[in-house]
């Protein structure tokens, strides 16, 4: 637990105020009592680590001395009432994320770093980790634990980088809050990972405060990244247990290993960013260095862009620096349309523009840009917003194109864009009987429950990332976020819409049986 925190929160019970108490320093014991399990996989109190309360502002406790399992720390003496105790790297250890992780090293656990909680406990002085005494002190106790996958190589490769976990359905808690969602990956990188002659690999991930139950039916495949090519292996492990506070451990032999498609992770944004003036006056400028702070902070690998003129894209190109390119694909008849904004490291194959229907007399003709890259198909469009008359003709004029020209791709095909309805409706999910919606051929693979216009108050969700559903791929969708919020610039103020991003892993299918999730 280097580096680890132990927090504190002091909450005022709303009918009692605080009293008075004495201030001189205090020896605070803390006893931490860890399964055996974790211990054995390097759970134990380092020099380094530091009790922080924050009452009434924020108390610093140096660690006194280690005996065991049991830590001392010395500090003042804290009013309160009520307290959560908190073991963790992370100050919010609610949202540490447990899909991405690193190991030096094929069997080393250095980097497990456990999260531990006392919660709404009666007293802080003397403290013990464990079920018993949080409720014999009014809380509950909560604990992450570890996975480990023992795996034989089925090859004498010399080194590998990585083990991945794909399950066949979201079960792998993304973070210790009830409300975070699940994903169906998690990634661990070797760093250092030379294997020996015995050939095993020792992969230990971290898992959640929550228990994490695989059900009976789900499928998980490991895969594992060698320099000698990818390997998965797929495993029924029938319903099983992620438990808190334990190690949980599958062993897999060299046997029944199948060379896999190698695997691409991208990061796709949809933007539509108002022609980079509808909060011009408050900001006292267009809007490009928001925008492109904003693209850049997520990582962004490819942007569909909405609202833009082909001079905008250009400066917007130019502000993102070096390594980035553009398409523009203008509306019949009107200066402006949607723009597709990539990164340099993308080699394209062909670029497409098309315009879509519009049988409402008087309102602006929409289009759909399309860039075909090596690994992905990308499409941006904007539907209208004025009635459902003129978007469900516009959709099924999407839907046969793509159908037509990449219905049983081995690319995975992404729309993105300003869809002018919200997930309920039947333009979006298909729901109604005379209506072909996105739904019918498309799956929305980014947030959906949150809002995304209008960025000043209130609103509704009316931008998408979809992919299609047909094509012979596999992917894991492993982060997808409505941006409202981003270091150093205002969102809400940067267009009147917020942006969506998504991060995809995908790859070839081995077999035609078409689209599938791992």
Same mark, same amino acid.
């Given at each position: 637990?280097?580096?680890?925190?132990?927090?504190?929160?002091?909450?005022?019970?709303?009918?009692?105020?605080?009293?008075?108490?004495?201030?001189?320093?205090?020896?605070?014991?803390?006893?931490?009592?860890?399964?055996?399990?974790?211990?054995?996989?390097?759970?134990? +109190?380092?020099?380094?680590?530091?009790?922080?309360?924050?009452?009434?502002?924020?108390?610093?406790?140096?660690?006194?001395?280690?005996?065991?399992?049991?830590?001392?720390?010395?500090?003042?003496?804290?009013?309160?009432?009520?307290?959560?105790?908190?073991?963790?790297?992370?100050?919010?250890?609610?949202?540490?994320?447990?899909?991405?992780? =690193?190991?030096?090293?094929?069997?080393?656990?250095?980097?497990?770093?456990?999260?531990?909680?006392?919660?709404?406990?009666?007293?802080?002085?003397?403290?013990?980790?464990?079920?018993? +005494?949080?409720?014999?002190?009014?809380?509950?106790?909560?604990?992450?634990?570890?996975?480990?996958?023992?795996?034989?190589?089925?090859?004498?490769?010399?080194?590998?980088?990585?083990?991945?976990?794909?399950?066949?359905?979201?079960?792998? &808690?993304?973070?210790?809050?009830?409300?975070?969602?699940?994903?169906?990956?998690?990634?661990?990188?070797?760093?250092?990972?030379?294997?020996?002659?015995?050939?095993?690999?020792?992969?230990?991930?971290?898992?959640?405060?929550?228990?994490?139950?695989?059900?009976?039916?789900?499928?998980?495949?490991?895969?594992?990244?060698?320099?000698?090519?990818?390997?998965?292996?797929?495993?029924?492990?029938?319903?099983?247990?992620?438990?808190?506070?334990?190690?949980?451990?599958?062993?897999?032999?060299?046997?029944?290993?199948?060379?896999?498609?190698?695997?691409?992770?991208?990061?796709?944004?949809?933007?539509?960013?108002?022609?980079?003036?509808?909060?011009?006056? =408050?900001?006292?400028?267009?809007?490009?260095?928001?925008?492109?702070?904003?693209?850049?902070?997520?990582?962004?690998?490819?942007?569909?862009?909405?609202?833009?003129?082909?001079?905008?894209?250009?400066?917007?190109?130019?502000?993102?620096?070096?390594? +980035?390119?553009?398409?523009?694909?203008?509306?019949?008849? &009107?200066?402006?349309?949607?723009?597709?904004?990539?990164?340099?490291?993308?080699?394209?194959?062909?670029?497409?523009?098309?315009?879509?229907?519009?049988?409402?007399?008087? &309102?602006?003709?929409?289009?759909?840009?399309?860039?075909?890259? =090596?690994?992905?198909?990308?499409?941006?469009?904007?539907?209208?917003?004025?009635?459902?008359?003129?978007?469900?003709?516009?959709?099924?004029?999407?839907?046969? +194109?793509?159908?037509?020209?990449?219905?049983?791709?081995?690319?995975?095909?992404?729309?993105?864009?300003?869809?002018?309805?919200?997930?309920?409706?039947?333009?979006?999910?298909?729901?109604?009987?005379?209506?072909?919606?996105?739904?019918?051929?498309?799956?929305?693979?980014?947030?959906?429950?949150?809002?995304?216009?209008?960025?000043?108050?209130?609103?509704?969700?009316?931008?998408?990332?979809?992919?299609?559903?047909?094509?012979?791929?596999?992917?894991?969708?492993?982060?997808?976020?409505?941006?409202?919020?981003?270091?150093?610039?205002?969102?809400?103020?940067?267009?009147?819409?917020?942006?969506?991003?998504?991060?995809?892993?995908?790859?070839?299918?081995?077999?035609?049986?078409?689209?599938?999730?791992?």
């Amino acid at each position: 637990m280097e580096k680890t925190y132990i927090i504190l929160l002091c909450a005022l019970l709303l009918t009692v105020g605080c009293t008075p108490e004495d201030t001189a320093n205090k020896e605070v014991l803390i006893e931490a009592t860890y399964s055996g399990e974790l211990t054995q996989v390097g759970l134990a +109190w380092k020099k380094n680590d530091q009790l922080r309360i924050n009452a009434e502002g924020v108390h610093q406790f140096p660690l006194s001395s280690i005996e065991g399992n049991k830590a001392t720390f010395a500090g003042n003496k804290v009013k309160g009432g009520i307290f959560d105790i908190i073991i963790s790297r992370e100050d919010d250890f609610m949202t540490r994320s447990y899909l991405t992780q =690193e190991q030096t090293g094929t069997s080393s656990t250095s980097h497990l770093e456990f999260d531990s909680a006392l919660m709404g406990v009666s007293s802080y002085e003397q403290v013990t980790f464990s079920d018993e +005494w949080a409720q014999a002190n009014g809380g509950k106790f909560l604990q992450s634990g570890c996975l480990l996958i023992s795996l034989k190589l089925p090859v004498s490769a010399s080194k590998v980088t990585q083990v991945r976990l794909e399950a066949s359905s979201p079960v792998f &808690y993304a973070t210790n809050s009830e409300s975070g969602a699940k994903s169906s990956v998690m990634t661990l990188d070797i760093v250092k990972g030379t294997v020996g002659v015995d050939r095993t690999v020792k992969a230990y991930f971290a898992t959640s405060m929550q228990e994490t139950v695989i059900e009976a039916g789900v499928s998980l495949m490991v895969v594992v990244e060698t320099d000698k090519g990818a390997y998965g292996k797929e495993v029924a492990p029938g319903k099983t247990s992620l438990t808190p506070g334990r190690k949980t451990t599958i062993a897999l032999d060299s046997k029944d290993w199948k060379t896999v498609q190698e695997s691409k992770t991208v990061t796709f944004m949809t933007y539509n960013v108002g022609k980079f003036l509808k909060y011009k006056e =408050e900001i006292g400028h267009y809007s490009y260095a928001e925008v492109a702070s904003i693209i850049r902070q997520c990582g962004a690998d490819v942007v569909g862009l909405n609202e833009v003129i082909d001079n905008q894209v250009q400066k917007l190109s130019a502000e993102m620096g070096e390594g +980035w390119n553009f398409y523009f694909a203008p509306a019949a008849g &009107y200066d402006n349309g949607n723009a597709v904004m990539a990164s340099s490291g993308l080699k394209e194959v062909r670029r497409i523009k098309f315009d879509l229907p519009c049988i409402t007399e008087g &309102y602006q003709t929409r289009s759909l840009g399309v860039v075909e890259y =090596e690994d992905f198909v990308f499409c941006v469009t904007h539907l209208d917003h004025h009635n459902r008359a003129n978007r469900v003709p516009q959709i099924k004029q999407i839907n046969d +194109w793509v159908k037509t020209n990449y219905g049983n791709s081995d690319k995975p095909v992404i729309l993105v864009g300003d869809m002018n309805a919200v997930p309920e409706s039947p333009e979006i999910s298909n729901s109604s009987a005379d209506v072909e919606g996105l739904g019918k051929y498309w799956k929305s693979i980014s947030v959906t429950d949150g809002v995304t216009y209008p960025s000043s108050d209130g609103g509704k969700c009316i931008d998408y990332i979809f992919i299609w559903k047909n094509n012979l791929i596999e992917y894991a969708l492993k982060k997808s976020e409505i941006v409202t919020s981003c270091p150093g610039v205002n969102v809400s103020l940067a267009s009147d819409h917020y942006p969506v991003y998504t991060e995809l892993t995908f790859r070839k299918k081995s077999s035609a049986a078409g689209v599938n999730e791992f």
